[in-house]
């Protein structure tokens, strides 16, 4: 039989006697175990290797326990955490669970439970992990089987359009092209459900290659110059020379490019402006951290704008948003998609707005 994987632990503790004696009990008991003696520490950690579990004390100098916690549940997902707080912490261990926290143990720690806990923790989230998969799956199959039928359904009223099965009146032509462009949004939807569940399943493999994010933008921007001009919109772009090239999945990026494109195009009204701009920039992208470099892409667009409280509402995939209120709808998921292909590329995606000052969506790419 294959040696079972060692289940990997950060133990994160500014006290040095209690964390290297945790390291030392863990490591007896078959854990691959590694230390950080501070929060900032921790964070480098997790930047360098993956881990099952963080062990983290909520008092640390350079980045407390809510802060380790914060940058772990935004990157590295699959690890599970574990707060340690002394007993006048418990509100602030509450707080901790509400932004992700499994468990917290209250010191001193009972060593005899600890290890078992852990083991179960781990079993627990490798079962909720095979029943998503096992969801992701079920729920792909039931979109491809919607899909089939109605793709087919469109095909068959096409030909009747074509009065290949007979002469048909205006009215009937009417009715059948109205029930052509409800069957193309629901085609639309399907198709972008069965792409979020690809990628919330994971199934889908990133091709990653060294490239130009200005060129990846450069190419998208040829295929919008036309229906943009056609719509009597303006457009500016703007690559910033000298960029650098990034690792990154190219098909994947330019579908980001084309959304934003898409939504500009849909909300800006003629004589208005669309701007993209493509920039190497500084960001802070967790708090307390040192900025990185990031190649950013922003596309501004000159329409009515997003009113204030919807603007939280943008990457909520259970919300239809209808920009402007002007019935301008769409599935309501290219933007899930986006925020889901620039996450798995660890970047950040936003938008900024105010109603009736346009709006801005950016996203960037980290800098290797």
Known sequence: MPEEEKIRVLIADDEDPLRMTLAAWLTDEGFDVKQAADGLEAIKKVQGEDFDIALLDIKMPGANGLEVLRYIKKNSAATEV????GMSDV???????????????????DMDQLVPQL?????????????????AEHTSRLLYDLHNPIAGLKQSIGYLMK??????????KELLG??????DKVILLLNDMMDLTKLEGGRVRLNKGIGSLGMTVQTVMNEFRVPIQSAKITLDVHVEDELPTLEYDAEKIEQVVKNFLTNALKYTPEQGAIVAQVRKVALVIEEGQQPSEYVLVSVFNSGPGIP???????????????AGGDNKKSTGLGLIICQRIVESHNGKIWVESEEGKGATF???LPVR
Do not use: C, W
């Open 163 to 172: 009065g290949m099965a007979g002469t048909i009146g205006d009215h009937q």
């Open 91 to 109: 509100g602030m261990a509450v707080e901790a669970m509400k932004l992700g926290a499994r468990e917290y143990l209250t010191k001193p720690i």
């Open 119 to 135: 083991r179960n923790l781990i079993k627990k989230r490798d079962a909720e992990d095979r029943i998503r998969k096992l969801q």
């Open 308 to 322: 204030k409280d919807r603007l939280g509402l943008i990457f909520d995939r259970y919300r239809d948003l209808v």
């Open 178 to 183: 109205y029930m052509t462009s409800s069957i």
């Open 82 to 85: 574990v707060m340690a707080t």
């Open 362 to 364: 950016s996203f960037a």
